[in-house]
């Protein structure tokens, strides 16, 4: 079953980076777009920002200008440089393919930004 492993996440303080990871382990797909997702304590799972498989990026208004998206050098994996922390990027972050295509959520990796 194919399915995302992401990493990188830990704690840092306002105003720090974190560079966080994901590949498609078991992925036989052809390269697609991949986007990256985060979910806070009680909220839905909102979107970050997305590359295509020609490396286009899109972001969500709360990234723009801080984080960058990018693609690994092997197929189907992405990047996500965070840079000016804030205390409300505070959530698990996953990635997966956009479209989903069906393939299940990883576990995610954890970012605490501590004021």
């Known amino acids: 079953q194919v399915q995302f492993v992401e990493s990188g996440g830990g704690l840092v303080q306002a105003g720090g980076s974190l560079r966080l990871s994901c590949a498609a382990s078991?992925?036989?797909?052809?390269?697609?777009?991949i986007g990256w997702y985060r979910q806070a304590p009680g909220k839905q799972r909102e979107f970050v920002a997305r590359?295509?498989?020609?490396?286009?990026?899109v972001y969500a208004d709360a990234a723009k200008g801080r984080f960058t998206i990018s693609r690994g050098n092997a197929k189907n994996t992405a990047s996500l440089q965070m840079n000016r922390l804030k205390p409300e990027d505070s959530a698990v972050y996953y990635c997966?393919?956009?479209?989903?295509?069906?393939?299940?959520w990883g576990q995610g990796t954890q970012v605490t930004v501590s004021s």
């Open positions: 078991g992925s036989t797909f052809s390269i697609s777009d």
């Open positions: 590359i295509t498989s020609g490396g286009y990026a």
């Open positions: 997966n393919f956009i479209p989903q295509q069906g393939v299940a």
